[in-house]
């Protein structure tokens, strides 16, 4: 079955990085289009950045020129590097497919929270 790991999420104060990763098992990675989405608290999953099969890429307007997301297929895992945090970061990260309506099952996300 297919099975989706985030981490590298914590802790950090503003303007400060982190490096997410998800590993994907049960999958043809090589073969799929990828998201990191998000969701703080009260508030709706978000997707924030996306890389398709090819290596293009698609950011949210909120983190265009901050988060940089990439791929590795020989580690099935897709990163998301984040530069320049900020408060409004904060929120739950989380892994899947990039096409609405073509989820696998979520994983547990990784916690990100930016500190004023």
């Known amino acids: 079955q297919v099975q989706l790991v985030e981490s590298g999420g914590g802790l950090v104060q503003a303007g400060g990085s982190l490096r997410l990763s998800c590993a994907a098992s049960g999958i043809i990675f090589s073969f799929e289009a990828m998201g990191w989405y998000r969701q703080a608290p009260g508030k709706q999953r978000e997707l924030v950045a996306a890389?398709?099969?090819?290596?293009?890429?698609n950011y949210a307007e909120s983190v265009k020129g901050r988060f940089t997301i990439s791929r590795d297929n020989a580690k099935s895992t897709v990163y998301l590097q984040m530069n320049s945090l900020k408060p409004e970061d904060t929120a739950v990260y989380y892994c899947?497919?990039?096409?609405?309506?073509?989820?696998?099952?979520w994983g547990q996300g990784t916690q990100v929270t930016v500190s004023s």
């Open positions: 890389i398709t099969s090819g290596r293009s890429t």
């Open positions: 899947n497919a990039a096409v609405p309506g073509t989820y696998w099952p």
